[in-house]
């Protein structure tokens, strides 16, 4: 059997975990609390599996679909009283990097916000490297449609030999033209690192308030979103690209749809759909068996 070797790229054929052990600390964006978290090897077919290493003792949580129990804002896993938050812009930088195993420990309820993009996270696992291990990577091959909807929103998966991603916003704010709220793109690694991971997380203020009266937000700032007012973007230095809010909606669900366990071979097509209608479609997959196949 072949053993575990650093290399520089992943290869599309072998599942891979990090090489060396990383930490970064950051603000949690909606409980506002500073987060340690750390980056650690795991076996073949480990998955991602988050780790409250601040409970006693500590409670591993598998980043999996049917875990999500809270999807307003962010994708919440559960397992018994033990909560992750924020998980989706992690795992995306995950499935951009080629990361399939690891362990991560955070010391509180939240992976920390950092930019929010996935940006930071695809630099920590640059700096943790990459090494191959001895397990074949398996995919999930979409063979027939799968759609869920909820009013005027859908999300689907539609067959395809390659990830591709058909996704449109609709804001209707003046800081958001027509031409700037649909994304269309083959999603292969380096189109992800490229094009979609330094897109950040955004929100209105005029809705700040509010969202803090619920205990949402707390360490919401303009170092971590774009914000926008009624009329245009407030942060300073503008939007990193034209499309930057329909490009971290699609960042969104690439990590949402990394919570089936696998990379998909299909294509992801979306109008309007968040956290709630993304693992409603995962679920359907699942529920679905001859829809997809391993590949």
């Given at each position: 059997m072949p053993s575990e070797e650093t290399v520089l790229a992943p290869t599309k054929d072998q599942q891979h975990t990090v090489a060396n052990v990383v930490s970064t600390t950051g603000v949690a964006l909606h409980s506002g609390l500073r987060v340690k978290l750390t980056l650690k090897p795991a076996p073949v077919d480990h998955g991602i599996v988050f780790r409250r290493s601040d409970l006693s003792p500590p409670v591993d949580v598998p980043a999996k679909a049917e875990l999500v129990k809270e999807t307003r804002l962010a994708t919440t896993l559960v397992v018994d009283d033990a909560k992750v938050q924020t998980v989706e812009h992690f795992l995306a930088a995950c499935v951009g990097c080629g990361l399939d195993n690891a362990l991560v420990e955070i010391d509180n309820i939240e992976v920390p916000i950092m930019d929010g993009s996935s940006a930071p996270f695809v630099f920590l696992i640059e700096e943790a490297g990459l090494v191959a291990q001895a397990s074949a990577r398996k995919y999930i091959e979409v063979i027939a449609p799968i759609r869920v909807e909820s009013g005027d929103k859908f999300a689907e998966l539609l067959p395809s030999q390659q990830f591709q991603v058909d996704f449109t916003i609709d804001f209707a704010h003046p800081a958001i033209p027509d031409e700037h709220c649909r994304v269309t793109m083959d999603l292969a690694p380096d189109a992800f690192l490229e094009h979609i991971s330094r897109a950040r997380t955004f929100g209105f203020s005029f809705e700040a308030?509010?969202?803090?009266?619920?205990?949402?937000?707390?360490?919401?700032?303009?170092?971590?979103?774009?914000?926008?007012?009624?009329?245009?973007?407030?942060?300073?230095?503008?939007?990193?690209?034209?499309?930057?809010?329909?490009?971290?909606?699609?960042?969104?669900?690439v990590g949402d749809l990394f919570l089936l366990g696998y990379r998909v071979k299909a294509k992801y097509h979306a109008f309007k759909s968040g956290h709630d209608l993304n693992n409603k479609l995962c679920r359907a997959l699942m529920a679905s068996p001859d829809s997809w196949r391993w590949a």
């Open positions: 308030d509010m969202l803090r009266a619920i205990g949402l937000a707390q360490g919401g700032s303009m170092e971590n979103a774009v914000v926008l007012d009624e009329y245009k973007v407030l942060n300073r230095e503008g939007l990193r690209f034209a499309d930057e809010l329909a490009r971290h909606k699609v960042l969104d669900a």
